[in-house]
Antibody
Framework: EVQLVESGGGWVQPGRALRLSCAAS????????MHWVRQSPGKGLEWVSGISWNSDDIGYADSVKGRFTISRDNAKNSLYLQMNSLRAEDTAFYYCARDIASWYFDNRGYFGDWGQGTLVTVSS | DIQMTQSPSSLSASVGDRVAITCRASQMISDYLNWYQQKPGKAPNLLIHGASNLQSGVPSRFSGSGSGTDFTLTISSLQPEDFATYYC?????????FGQGTNVEIK
């Protein structure tokens, strides 16, 4: 059974940093692209960032480019999101999602499995 | 970025009703269109990929159709567990973008 478990969310002041983690199990983590998708409370879904199986290719939404950094450790079956210079508009549930493809930009890909999400609240 | 527009934004329906949700892309995306269901307090769940391919384990009352710019998710006979929010998402190009969601409520 595929399991994705996010951690690291919490309350943080504007301008500060936070690092999210996603622990994966039940599949060959190193074979698949991974993504972060967020959802502001009561709002829709927004793709944040994606990373290919070997970390060679990475992409970001314009809203987080230059502030967030995605990474992965295939030996630890883990995905990360380093979030710097946080803003109030970054407040959201952050979901880790497994792609069915190996490359994050593969148009045949889709978000086949999701974690339960971790809430990030940015407020003074 | 490719904009995805769903209609309606919300609908009220009864158990047993046939329900259709449409999704329009701002440019041609072939059949790189996926549908997700989300229930309150839960993560989204994949229903349909590649416009019309039913994800394993998803009931056959769900179906998807369309190609190019216009797509439809159909629920043939609405069940109590189907009351949820539905999202379309394009995989044609990055950034991957979602529709704004369609909330299916009980009439």
């Amino acid at each position: 059974e595929v399991q994705l478990v996010e951690s690291g969310g919490g309350w943080v002041q504007p301008g500060r940093a936070l690092r999210l983690s996603c622990a994966a199990s039940g599949f060959s983590f190193g074979d698949f692209a991974m993504h972060w998708v967020r959802q502001s409370p009561g709002k829709g879904l927004e793709w944040v960032s994606g990373i290919s199986w070997n970390s060679d290719d990475i992409g970001y939404a314009d809203s987080v480019k230059g502030r967030f950094t995605i990474s992965r450790d295939n030996a630890k079956n883990s995905l990360y999101l380093q979030m710097n210079s946080l803003r109030a508009e970054d407040t959201a549930f952050y979901y880790c999602a497994r792609d069915i493809a190996s490359w994050y930009f593969d148009n045949r890909g889709y978000f086949g499995d999701w974690g339960q999400g971790t809430l990030v609240t940015v407020s003074s | 970025d490719i904009q995805m527009t769903q209609s309606p934004s919300s609908l009220s329906a009864s158990v047993g009703d046939r329900v259709a949700i449409t999704c329009r892309a701002s440019q041609m995306i072939s059949d790189y269109l996926n549908w997700y269901q989300q229930k309150p307090g839960k993560a989204p769940n994949l229903l349909i990929h590649g416009a019309s391919n039913l994800q394993s384990g998803v009931p056959s009352r769900f179906s998807g159709s369309g190609s190019g710019t216009d797509f439809t998710l159909t629920i043939s006979s609405l069940q109590p567990e189907d009351f949820a929010t539905y999202y379309c998402q394009q995989g044609y190009s990055t950034p991957r973008t979602f529709g704004q969601g369609t909330n299916v409520e009980i009439k």
